[in-house]
């Protein structure tokens, strides 16, 4: 949708979803999720973009455009697209009135277990955050969610390898739940750091500093704070 600088391609919404309605005949589930994501989020079809809309049509349009991406995307989620799962799972979790979805629990668990196991990088760091606690239906499990937090981190969200890390830095509960290991805290935190990471390198300072999972080290610390977090990263926590 974006242009490109300097490479002689002019921004195209038109034709851009045009491309995307042709690949969701050509069932393609990428497709049909962007597309979803775009009509959901109040975006019109290529249609009502190349054509005239009257002001108040304008409004039906849109929602006969969002009808349609709610069924893109349980379309997409029915083939197994994680991210369509996902997307799925939070619509339950809070419900969309005007799309009539009511929040449903059991869907919500349903679908993020799918997109989880699909390997969704955010559907495997909130079912983390569900089972650590004991939320949204899940029970409490605090060795389940490690793995899923450190599952996460390596999906790509470095969220996941915070939470693991933050759950090893200190252990908990006895060692049938998380024994600690501060070592494998830092590393986790220093690759939360390397994807982009705020709180990660936050972590990995207070490490230098207080000398555990790593040896005790200021110089390196305050090296670490100049020039990770005195500039703004790649990719933040939220």
Known sequence: LDSVSNGGIETSIPLALECF????????DDARYFLAVHYIGGGVSVGAITKDVMDEHAENEKEECRIRG???VQEAGDNGHAGALYYLALLYRNGDSTLDVEPCMRLFREYLDEAAEGGDADALFMRAYCQIHGEDGYDVNMC????GFIMAGDAGNANGY?????MLHRGIGNDT?????QRRAFELYQQAGEMG??????NV???YI????????????KYITKTMLSKEPAVDNN
């Open 162 to 166: 915070v939470s693991a890390g933050a």
């Open 205 to 207: 300072v207070a490490c």
């Open 177 to 181: 739940q998380v024994k600690q290991d």
């Open 70 to 72: 709610l069924k893109l």
């Open 21 to 28: 309605e042709k690949a969701v005949q050509l069932n393609d």
């Open 210 to 221: 207080a000398g555990e999972g790593v040896p005790k080290c200021e110089k390196t610390a």
């Open 197 to 202: 990471s705020l709180d990660g390198w936050r």
């Open 144 to 147: 389940a969610a490690l793995d």
